[in-house]
């Protein structure tokens, strides 16, 4: 146990330097958004924020891993408050056919409103909702050590919520019909146990954050045809005709 718990250790320092470089570009683009100036994740510390991460689709949740921009597919199943910034979370990942299991926290580092909102295509949702905000955080996912090729990931995140005039919180889905629409991005690195080695490793709702050549998609996602060979199959020739009518796999049960 002593020697499982350095090695943990010793992943998870190496993925803290790794993602450093990852992590500051993608604050880059914080900087873009009209956000204000003041924490205020206290005015939620008694709200349940879980249902925000699995509300999309996992078909539309994109990700990649090493510099050769692998696909990898994450899914959430379990995401249960433990504490006021705390949550605890389990769920899948997969890579080409090798699906392992993982359990880890997110924790809630900064919240803020957006100075301005949004209220959609033809002002659908004006006078139906009182402010934008997003929330900016920090997750550690460690898969199970007894399976294939594990290891454990390690980044920041950034998801965006509404509440309605009925203090609802909601999943920001507001502008899903603009182009470059995404929510839930998750920037950092994954290292495996056996190695130690470290990949850069982000994912995010319809679209993936820093994720360099590989999506050149205007409006929606799409991969670059130089990486199809590395999973992307199924994105390149989404705009095809289906071969069969039957629902797409849910590869994590």
Known sequence: MRKLNLLLLFICLI???????????????????????TDIKQQFANHDLSKLWTVTDNQ????FIGDNYQRIRIK???IKKA???????????????????????FTIADLRKYQGTSYGVDNKYKNKLKNQYTILGDYTLTEDSTQKNT?????????????DNNNKIHYDDIDIHADGF???????????????KAKRCNWGDYRIPNSGDLDVGAGEFS??????????????N???????NKPPLEWWQ
Do not use: H, M
């Open 15 to 37: 993925l803290k330097s790794y993602a450093q470089t990852e992590a500051a570009k993608f604050k880059q683009s914080w900087k873009k958004q009209i956000l204000g100036t």
């Open 151 to 163: 290891g454990v990931f390690k980044g920041i995140f950034k998801t965006d919520f509404y509440v």
């Open 223 to 236: 991969a670059n045809e130089k990486y199809i060979k590395n999973g992307w199959l199924e994105t390149y």
């Open 238 to 244: 989404k705009s095809k005709p289906a071969t069969s």
């Open 182 to 196: 995404t929510n839930n991005e998750f920037v950092g690195s994954w290292a495996q146990y056996t190695t130690q």
């Open 60 to 63: 539309s949740v994109y990700g």
């Open 83 to 105: 504490g006021a910034f705390t949550y605890v979370v389990t769920g899948k990942t997969k890579v080409r056919d090798n699906i392992c299991n993982f359990k880890g926290t």
């Open 76 to 78: 959430f199943i379990s």
